[in-house]
């Protein structure tokens, strides 16, 4: 059975820090590209940072490029979104997810939600 198990979602204030994690099992991980993504109250779905599994190119959306770092560790079949300088505009859902799309080396990954298979979501709030 597919799973990603996304946590460490939380509230903090705003300028803090959070570290999300996101499991995976039944799939084999390494060959899937990687991808942050949030929904907040009202608002649609935005990608918010993917990771190609060729090479680990990064897309990061303007709102938190040089804040946010994504990574993985396969491993641990883990991926990660860590999150500095919090902004009360970060609050959301975040979910996590994969696709199993090899992008060629140096090209940055299309991070607009079409992903084989999604985790639940980690709430994420930030206090002004």
């Known amino acids: 059975e597919v799973q990603l198990q996304a946590s460490g979602g939380g509230l903090v204030q705003a300028g803090g820090s959070l570290r999300l994690s996101c499991t995976a099992s039944g799939f084999r991980f390494e060959d899937y590209s990687i991808g942050w993504f949030r929904q907040a109250p009202g608002k649609e779905r935005e990608g918010v940072s993917c990771?190609?599994?060729?090479?680990?190119?990064?897309f990061y959306s303007d709102s938190v490029k040089g804040r946010f770092t994504i990574s993985r560790d396969n491993a641990k079949r883990t991926m990660y979104l860590q999150m500095n300088n919090l902004k009360p505009e970060d609050t959301a859902v975040y979910y996590c997810a994969v696709e199993r799309v090899k992008y060629s080396p140096g090209s940055s990954p299309v991070c607009m939600g079409g992903m084989d298979y999604w985790g639940k979501g980690t709430q994420v709030t930030v206090s002004s």
């Open positions: 990771a190609s599994s060729s090479d680990g190119s990064t």
